[in-house]
């Protein structure tokens, strides 16, 4: 029993660090939404992630010939990683495109809402999130063959990610530098899974902790505007 639970700790902070990939994600994409769907989109968004997850999970347990060559030397598995790693760096990069020259300033919230629809908002959550489940489902197959502990993981890491989506998307969006920055970590993502499909393994220590150092970097640089502000404030005479 101790053995499973340490199994069952072991994927949750698995899932947990993948989830970081997934509120990075989210709040892009429901950025585009208007206020009032963007919680909404969140909830549905996940849930659906989540199912369709715990779908690949079961699907993997039947389907072994998912690793096996079928076109080249690229198996099912090569190439949902070589297309999504391709579609999020190129979402990634549209998005910085979007931030860095104000496209967002230029066009109004009614327009927007037509361009970004609620269902491809949703769907491109799904895809996304079944594009980084697949490494780690195959991890958690070969850590334990007891289905109803991945299950577990997978929702409670959900339940996880899910409090923390709204908060982390909503800090991150109200600063352009950490919004630029996040992006920035999912062109990364991208080139990785897309370095996967073609057999190249990359360690995620590269990968995290330049990227940890970076967001430490911006962190401290706003903690010293803002108290530089302040000081400046308070300096001023009335």
Sequence with gaps: MADI???????????????????????IFVSRLKKEEQQKARIIGLALAMIARIVLLFLLLQLTELTNPVLWHFSVRDLILVIGGLFLIYKAVKEIHHTVELKDELID?????????????ITQIVL?????SVDSVITAIGL???VWVIVTAVILSFIGILIFAKPIGEFILENP?????????????????????????VPKAYIYLPMG??????????????????????????
Excluded: W
Aim: glycine fraction near 6%; aromatic fraction near 8%.
């Design 128 to 132: 996304l999130d079944i594009v980084f």
């Design 213 to 238: 150092f970076a967001l430490a970097v911006e962190l401290l640089q706003m903690r010293y505007a803002k108290n530089r502000k302040k000081f400046n404030s308070n300096d001023s005479p009335l």
């Design 109 to 121: 919230e009614a327009e927007a809402a037509k361009k970004n629809t609620f269902r491809s908002v």
């Design 5 to 27: 639970l340490g199994i069952l700790a072991l994927l949750i902070g698995l899932e947990l660090v993948l989830g970081v990939d997934n509120i990075l994600v989210i709040s």
């Design 177 to 201: 530098a950490l919004k630029i920055l996040a992006l920035s970590f999912l062109i990364s993502i991208g080139i990785t899974i897309f370095m996967e499909g073609f057999h190249k393994e």
């Design 144 to 146: 334990t063959d007891e």
